[in-house]
């Protein structure tokens, strides 16, 4: 039986420490280089694809453009945070909006979560602000994760998937228009549509069986 696929390599290119702008503080990173390969038997024999360099934190594991690591560190880390923290709140609300209203719990989840990913903390007046601004906005879910994708890798992408599958799971119910959601996002972010299913079959199954744990 010959056994091939494709795999992924992540290279390291450089380590050593820098002003993370999601802990907001000096910790050390890592950065990487990731690339595609055809395997046979296991084993990287074709490469089909190279990703940009990013940088990882080995503190929060947070990913981002290897633009962090210029030399005036406090104005790009500055830049970078303020940059992703604006287009992750964007994201969330516009999942919010996929089913055409905005339930209470939904508003809750989106402040929850934006404050767990983010290093600044949001206001409730801020998520409000933000929901009000998108609700009539041209600017879709796809332009808006567009503009995130060039600042993760697949991690930080995986990463705020999930966190949308939370804000649009928050009212107890994942509707069609959602899951439809979630594959725009997910191709502005540069995924795959079928990686995209899997994360969100996965993430429905793990939901269904958490609530029914809490039935017990």
């Known amino acids: 039986m010959i056994i091939f696929g494709t795999k992924a390599t992540r290279k390291l290119l450089d380590k050593g420490s820098f002003d993370c702008p999601q802990c907001n503080q000096t910790t050390n990173f890592e950065k990487r280089r990731a690339r595609k390969w055809f395997h046979l038997y296991f084993i990287p024999v074709i490469p089909l694809e190279t990703f940009p360099a990013y940088v990882e934190c080995k503190g929060c594991k947070g990913t981002f453009v290897e633009g962090v690591l210029n030399g005036n560190t406090g104005a790009t880390s500055d830049n970078i945070r303020a940059e992703f923290e604006k287009t992750a709140l964007a994201i969330l609300v516009r999942m919010a909006w996929a089913d055409g209203k905005i339930e209470p719990e939904e508003v809750d989840a989106i402040e929850q979560v ?103």
């Open 114 to 216: 934006v404050n767990m990913m983010c290093a600044r903390d949001f206001t409730r007046a801020e998520v409000e602000a933000e929901i009000a601004a998108a609700k009539d906005s041209l600017d879709d879910a796809l332009s808006v994760a567009t503009r995130a994708g060039h600042m993760l890798n697949d991690e930080g992408k995986e990463m705020i998937l999930s966190a949308v599958f939370q804000i649009a799971a928050a009212d107890g119910n994942f509707a069609r228009e959602e899951e439809e959601a979630m594959l725009e996002i997910g191709a502005g972010l540069g995924l795959r549509p079928a990686h995209v299913r899997g994360m969100v079959r996965d993430l429905v199954e793990q939901a269904t069986h958490t609530a029914g744990q809490a039935t017990h």
